[in-house]
């Protein structure tokens, strides 16, 4: 079993930054990927950025040299450290990680931290 808690969200005003933390109960070695996903009000959750067990990352274009996906094996944190935030980017923001455990692919959600961006 794999637990993640997201703290750092909060209230921003556009072109603002923050950054989330991701604390992960367990270390990397078991872990295929960490991610952050966002659901906006009304619609689905999105992949917003993505980190393969490698390093390699992958960002949705809306975010791209806006955002950063990072990852401390020591503390066995993640982080997405948002600039120039837009009013679009509001949303409930998740992280996401995939385990391979005994055989099986097995993928875990945060509880979801809220970014709230003012115009």
């Known amino acids: 079993q794999v637990r993640l808690v997201e703290s750092g969200g909060g209230l921003v005003q556009a072109g603002g930054s923050l950054r989330l933390s991701c604390a992960v109960s367990i270390s990397f070695h078991s872990i295929n990927a960490m991610g952050w996903y966002r659901q906006a009000p009304g619609k689905q959750r999105e992949p917003v950025a993505v980190?393969?067990?490698?390093?390699?990352?992958n960002y949705d274009d809306s975010v791209k040299g806006r955002f950063t996906i990072s990852r401390d094996n020591f503390k066995n944190m993640v982080y997405l450290q948002m600039n120039s935030l837009k009013p679009e980017d509001t949303a409930v923001y998740y992280c996401?990680?995939?385990?391979?455990?005994?055989?099986?692919?097995?993928?875990?959600w945060g509880q979801g931290t809220q970014v709230t961006v003012s115009s």
């Open positions: 996401n990680a995939d385990q391979y455990y005994s055989g099986e692919y097995l993928n875990y």
């Open positions: 980190m393969i067990s490698g390093g390699s990352t």
